[in-house]
């Protein structure tokens, strides 16, 4: 019981984090801002998923890096739009649901609803993560453990914005090859045990 309530009392003392959603023409790249570490005690860090995130709705592509796959392509969610709206920072937003289907390192799939509220006024097709291809920028997202949302838009950077882009030479992953290779490594570990 120790144990669990030490983890309780991390996820309840967790604190926010920040991300960027930087974007210039039709790409865009997100990722979390670096953070000052803390005195004491430990972040248990974000619900949220952390990897960054390139999009270039040109040619339709969402492109994950992660540490330990690299590169993996996403492909876009299919959004139903709502009659509700909410106003965030000023901006009146509607609602868009979709479902995500997510492969579990246990080797089986599952779905998860995701919420956006997007923009309409700022017609930008791109939000954080894989959350975009709405017709306006996406200023909130709501999943069952966490939401994003915009806390600052800076329309004309005074500076040059970063968008990181995969080397032309990359190899990138599908979402089925990745899954296949995390339900070998699964597999491998059990092996081992």
């Not at 974000?46 to 990897?51: E, I, P, Y």
């Not at 649901?97 to 779905?111: D, H, V």
């Not at 200023?139 to 040059?160: G, Y």
């Amino acid at each position: 019981m120790g144990v669990k309530q030490r983890v309780a009392d991390m996820y309840r003392n967790a604190q926010p984090q920040d991300f960027d959603l930087n974007i210039k023409d039709n790409e865009s790249y997100y990722y979390l801002k670096p953070s000052l570490e803390m005195e004491e005690g430990y972040n248990i860090g974000s619900l949220a998923d952390k990897s960054p995130y390139y999009t270039n709705t040109s040619t339709g592509k969402i492109i994950q890096w992660t540490p330990n796959l690299g590169f993996i392509s996403r492909e876009p969610l299919k959004w139903e739009v709502t009659n509700k709206t909410l106003k965030i920072g000023g901006y009146v937003c509607y609602q868009a649901i979709a479902t995500e289907r997510l492969y579990s390192r246990k080797g089986f799939y599952y779905n998860r609803q995701v919420i956006a509220w997007f923009a309409p006024e700022l017609p930008l097709n791109f939000g954080p993560s894989n959350y975009s291809g709405l017709p306006g920028l996406v200023l909130e997202i709501q999943r069952d453990m966490f939401t994003l949302t915009a806390t600052s838009i800076i329309l004309n950077p005074e500076k040059e914005v970063k968008i990181i882009r995969p080397e032309e030479n990359s190899k990138i992953l599908t979402e089925e090859e990745s899954h296949n290779i995390i339900g070998d490594l699964e597999a491998e570990r059990k092996k081992g045990n």
